[in-house]
T-cell receptor, first 115, second 114 residues
Framework: KNQVEQSPQSLIILEGKNCTLQ??????????LRWYKQDTGRGPVSLTI?????NTKSNGRYTATLDADTKQSSLHITASQLSDSASYIC??????????????FGQGTELSVKP | KAGVTQTPRYLIKTRGQQVTLSCSPI?????VSWYQQTPGQGLQFLFE???????NKGNFPGRFSGRQFSNSRSEMNVSTLELGDSALYLC?????????????FGPGTRLTVL
């Protein structure tokens, strides 16, 4: 069964600290993996997307890694800011066209950054 | 380029009523997907429309329906509302051409069923 599992479920860190969120998937075939950031009450916004051949992708203070062999991805946030408080969702697509019905969503990690 | 817009943003209904939500995709995007998001279930896929045709459908009862118009705008309808239908309803649009299509999400419609 295609599944995406994220850990931890929730995380509290102090402003300025780094953190790493994990995503393990059992999706086959694999086309791409995307990390989304979702602020409370808003729609998700894409942070990074990686295909099979990519190991790392950065977007400002956000760096995603992908190990296609172990089917694991991580999202590293450097020098966290209060605005990083959000839910982070890992999404895996077996379909290069990313058809809506084919995407496999993780449950998300709720990150809270405290001053 | 304007993003995905959804109307209304908030809605309060009572059990048994029906509701229609609207989604306007990014100009040029032909695919619109709808999702239900609840704290316990995360994002659940409802259906996807492409060029006015339903291309994929999730595991929701027939009370949930949708359609897409020739300008790619989409509506979803929920009839005979139940308390469990309270959720954030998100739509996402994509070009759905070749290769790595990103889904762009709207801000969502927060539906509360009393």
């Amino acid at each position: 069964k295609n599944q995406v599992e994220q850990s931890p479920q929730s995380l509290i860190i102090l402003e300025g600290k780094n953190c790493t969120l994990q995503c393990n998937y059992t999706v086959s075939p694999f086309s791409n993996l995307r990390w989304y950031k979702q602020d409370t009450g808003r729609g998700p916004v894409s942070l990074t997307i990686m295909t099979f051949s990519e190991n790392t992708k950065s977007n400002g203070r956000y760096t995603a890694t992908l190990d296609a062999d172990t089917k694991q991805s991580s999202l590293h946030i450097t020098a966290s800011q209060l605005s990083d408080s959000a839910s982070y969702i890992c999404v895996v697509s077996p379909d290069p066209y990313n058809q809506g019905g084919k995407l496999i969503f993780g449950q998300g990690t709720e990150l809270s950054v405290k001053p | 380029k304007a993003g995905v817009t959804q109307t209304p943003r908030y809605l309060i209904k009572t059990r048994g009523q029906q509701v229609t939500l609207s989604c306007s995709p990014i100009s040029g995007h032909r695919s619109v997907s709808w999702y239900q998001q609840t704290p316990g279930q995360g994002l659940q896929f409802l259906f996807e429309y492409f060029s006015e045709t339903q291309r994929n459908k999730g595991n929701f009862p027939g009370r949930f329906s949708g359609r897409q118009f020739s300008n790619s705008r989409s509506e979803m309808n929920v009839s005979t509302l139940e308390l469990g239908d309270s959720a954030l309803y998100l739509c996402a649009s994509s070009f759905s051409g070749t290769g790595g299509n990103e889904q762009f999400f709207g801000p969502g419609t927060r539906l509360t069923v009393l």
